[in-house]
């Protein structure tokens, strides 16, 4: 099947290893002073590793390659040192956790919170790029998770934005996405752009798909990066 999947320029990577443990499915290893794609079925194509080569050495390219398979990933890390291990094994976002609560709740539950929500659809893969609502705004793209961790997603980041939203490890044909996202630049020329990914590795690739639509267009636009905890907290949120 045709893919994304990691390419490693050997002339540019030096074999410092800086992105080995940032590839969380263990697909990459530094053999004879260079690092190599180890496993096709163990790479997800997301480039979460891809930022931390100070080379320059990783990019993503779409060619006939396995099928990525989690299976294989979490047999691989089940045998994998124990430095290595994550605790309930497997990829990070689909780690399985309790998330313990205070037992505080809302006194008043006499209303729902607004919808803050100004269109429809929202599916990366079903709307418009083109559509009023993108014109000259300011476009919120939120990885699935998002909305579902924040209790205030709505009030304190949806409020006056445009949204789209997106899972970068599970949806297919992303490529689309970026061509969206594109046209959303150039034809309905967006003000700005947030980003707001869950802490977990794989929705990096969403930032990837942005700044590979900025690459493509014509126009250039703030793109502000938010990175959510599992518990709802704004773990990290900067311009980039």
Request: hydrophobic fraction near 40%; charged fraction near 20%; aromatic fraction near 4%.
């Amino acid at each position: 099947m045709k893919r994304d999947i990691l390419k490693i320029d050997e002339e540019l990577c030096n074999g410092c290893g800086q992105c080995v443990p940032n590839c969380h499915e263990g697909a990459l290893q530094v053999i004879d002073g260079k690092v190599r794609l180890v496993s096709e079925l163990m790479c997800d194509g997301l480039g979460a590793c891809i930022g931390h080569c100070p080379e320059g050495a990783i990019t993503i390219e779409t060619r006939e390659a396995e099928p990525y398979n989690e299976i294989q990933v979490l047999v691989a890390q089940h045998h994998s040192p124990p430095q290595l291990h994550l605790d309930g094994g497997g990829c990070p976002g689909s780690r399985t956790m309790v998330i313990e609560k205070s037992g505080q709740t809302l006194t008043d539950l006499s209303s729902d919170q607004p919808t803050e929500l100004r269109q429809w659809p929202v599916q990366m893969h079903l709307v418009n790029p083109n559509a009023p609502y993108f014109r000259s705004a300011d476009l919120l793209l939120a990885a699935d998770c998002v909305a579902f961790s924040m209790g205030a997603f709505h009030s304190k980041h949806l409020r006056g934005k445009s949204l789209a939203i997106a899972c970068p490890k599970l949806d297919q044909g992303t490529d689309t996405y970026v061509e969206k996202l594109t046209a959303m630049i150039d034809i309905a020329k967006v003000n700005t752009i947030t980003v707001m990914m869950m802490e977990v590795p794989c929705c990096g690739g969403l930032l990837h798909m942005v700044r590979t639509a900025l690459s493509n267009a014509t126009r250039k636009v703030p793109v502000k990066k938010m990175i959510i905890g599992i518990n709802g907290d704004v773990l990290q949120e900067e311009w980039v």
